[in-house]
């Protein structure tokens, strides 16, 4: 059993083992995107882990007993599995590889103390029928080999959460046999983060990006704590269709005590635009490399690096709402790449910078 596998040495077979989130950083690291490094904590540790203390078939009973109409018999079967994980440990030979896989690591990166996000990685998750984002927990700015381990054991907990649950029962997931992946990756102290969609939310139109994007760490946008700037670009003609800049009150940033907290927004950038035109023109073509890379809509998770500057990719996952509704033929729907240039021909915008590689 391979226990701990490197985005940079992924292969298509490892799947499996390693859930959606940490099988597309693989694949992406692969394809030459710029992804943070990193390794996975393969989902067979976790079945071992429970297999090994006796808490299989304890918690595939309790997951059969879950009513899906009752609220309360998710929650209390939710916690009392996240108690079990949670009490039991971890192996001091798991605990000693991944030690070894975070120093290894630090070295790669030049910092004997890397900062690193632990982030779960669901072997049902990032589906094209169904994304599962955020309903599994992740950990910021975590530090040193201990608090790494112990990162692990919280994500494979969360496989629990009263949301993890439900959403797997209201997607037709089974209960039994699910299992954690964990993924361990340098972290990014971003200036701006946020998502961009390779199409429209709103309407679908595949020939647009959609944007959202606001201080520091990406978690307010994720979790809908801000609302945040928003930018629609042309795809064919790389134009900026529309901008809207919002009062962003709130940001996740480090603090001095070494935390991922959230704090408010100096006045005088609460309304400031966070990207500029040359780094919405760099989102929009990373969100279409992994478009291009996938061939299907992605919804793309985006930082820039506050000290390089690089727009860097920390997750794609298939986009699940417009992307699985047919396309219609004609009419007033979707626009395709024709219309879209003669869209803006007509209505012509502020262009963004031309890309000077390919890709």
């Excluded at 390794?39 to 007993?65: E, P, W």
């Excluded at 779960?120 to 955020?134: L, Y």
């Excluded at 790389?238 to 962003?248: L, M, Y």
């Excluded at 998770?301 to 699985?324: H, K």
Aim: with cysteine.
């Amino acid at each position: 059993m391979a226990q701990i596998l490197w985005f940079e040495n992924f292969q298509p077979e490892d799947t499996p083992v390693l859930g959606g989130k940490n099988a597309s950083l693989g694949t992406l690291t692969g394809a030459g995107l710029p992804v943070p490094p990193g390794f996975a904590v393969s989902a067979d540790c976790y079945r071992k882990a429970l297999a090994d203390n006796g808490l299989t078939g304890q918690i595939d009973a309790l997951m059969a007993g879950v009513d899906p109409r009752d609220t309360g018999s998710v929650a209390a079967a939710g916690s009392r599995a996240r108690e079990l994980i949670g009490a039991l440990g971890m192996s001091a030979a798991l605990a000693e590889t991944i030690g070894a896989a975070y120093a290894r690591l630090c070295s790669q990166c030049g910092d004997e103390a890397l900062p690193v996000a632990v982030r779960s990685s669901a072997t049902c998750e990032d589906q094209p029928d169904a994304s599962f984002a955020g309903e599994h927990d992740t950990y910021l700015w975590v530090r040193g080999a201990d608090a790494v381990a112990d990162g692990v054991l919280r994500c494979w907990a969360s496989l629990f959460t009263d949301r993890g649950i439900a959403y797997r029962l209201e997607r037709g997931y089974g209960q039994h046999g699910a299992a954690m992946s964990v993924g361990v990756q340098q972290m990014v102290r971003p200036r701006a983060a946020g998502v961009a969609f390779t199409l429209n939310p709103l309407d679908g139109d595949r020939s647009q990006i959609a944007i959202d994007a606001s201080w520091g760490f990406g978690e307010a946008v994720v979790s809908g704590e801000v609302t945040p700037d928003n930018f629609l670009v042309d795809k064919v003609m790389g134009t900026i269709g529309r901008r809207t800049i919002s009062a962003k009150t709130l940001e996740y940033r480090l603090t001095d005590s070494d935390t991922v907290t959230a704090v408010e927004v100096e006045a005088s950038r609460v309304s400031v635009p966070c990207l500029t035109d040359d780094e919405i023109a760099a989102v929009a073509r990373l969100a279409r490399r992994a478009e291009k890379h996938y061939r299907c809509p992605q919804d793309v998770e985006w930082a820039i690096d506050s000290v390089s500057g690089e727009v860097l990719l920390l997750q794609s996952r298939p986009e699940t709402v417009w992307s699985r509704r047919p396309r219609p033929q004609g009419g007033t729907g979707i626009a395709d790449p024709i219309t879209s240039m003669v869209q803006t021909m007509l209505n012509p915008t502020k262009p963004l910078p031309q890309e000077d590689h390919h890709g």
